[in-house]
């Protein structure tokens, strides 16, 4: 069975092969080719078939393969347009920020570093910004809203981002004035979005609502930053000083972009 399937398969290239010299030699007679074309025409028929089925084949093929790499190329290009568009976009907002801190006076008061947040600590007083070492970010460096808000300090210098502490982190303590009223008192971290005011005089008259800024002193942060409002006030006959509770003004959750003072 096997022998007769070889057989046939090369009888059939064989006809073929004659066929196409036939074509091809110049001195046989019409009579003579008409009779031969009548005889083979089916398998004439038959090839011409073959091989347009053979040539569709691959040429839908290469056709498919073209379409494929056409369809990435594109796809590629269209990814990379959407992330120009991003780009300038972001751009765009960076801009904007810079303009509006140089209306307000940022600008000419400090030397700036813009900054995204791009994610918060499993830490609850931790985020992580988009700048770092190569930005010329150090650490212990002020980190502040456009309102000049007080954001906090750089804690962590990564080559391309930082890591930053809120003034709530319990450990953290510095120096700050109450808008309106003389003396410089001491501020500590309380978790929560809080701040803790100790060492106020009983005879200081403050209320809710007051602001809450930074002072030079000790060198930590420029002064007049905003720190937040008093929201609570402790008071005790068996103590000579009132102790206050700070709401921060600084929200990270609603924050997108700041800024970290370099010089000031």
């Known amino acids: 069975m096997k022998f007769k399937s070889l057989f046939y398969l090369f009888l059939f290239f064989l006809i073929f092969f004659l066929i196409l010299i036939f074509n091809s030699l110049p001195f046989i ?9 009548l005889f083979s025409d089916p398998i004439q028929k038959f090839f011409w078939r073959l091989g347009n089925s053979v040539s569709n084949f691959f040429s839908g093929i290469l056709k498919s393969v073209e379409l494929k790499k056409e369809n990435e190329r594109l796809n590629f290009e269209n990814q990379n347009l959407l992330k120009e568009i991003s780009f300038l976009k972001e751009l765009e907002r960076e801009n904007k920020m810079l303009r509006e801190a140089l209306e307000i006076g940022l600008k000419e008061d400090y030397k700036l570093i813009f900054a995204n947040v791009v994610g918060k600590e499993s830490f609850p007083d931790f985020f992580r910004i988009d700048k770092g070492k190569k930005d010329g970010v150090e650490k212990d460096l002020p980190v502040i809203t456009q309102e000049k808000a007080l954001c906090g300090k750089i804690s962590e210098v990564f080559d391309n981002f930082s890591r930053v502490i809120l003034p709530t982190e ?95």
């Open 29 to 37: 007679s019409k009579p003579v080719k008409n009779f031969f074309y």
């Open 170 to 264: 319990k450990d953290f303590s510095f120096t700050v004035k109450i808008s309106g009223f003389d003396g410089i008192f001491p501020a500590k971290g309380l978790g929560n979005s809080k701040i803790s005011l100790g060492f106020i005089p009983k005879e200081m008259e403050i209320n809710p609502g007051d602001l809450v800024i930074t002072s030079a002193e000790g060198g930590f942060f420029p002064k007049e930053l905003l720190v937040g409002k008093i929201e609570e006030i402790q008071k005790s006959d068996l103590e000579p000083f009132q102790q206050a509770k700070v709401n921060l003004s600084c929200q990270i959750e609603k924050i997108e972009s700041l800024f970290i003072i370099k010089e000031w």
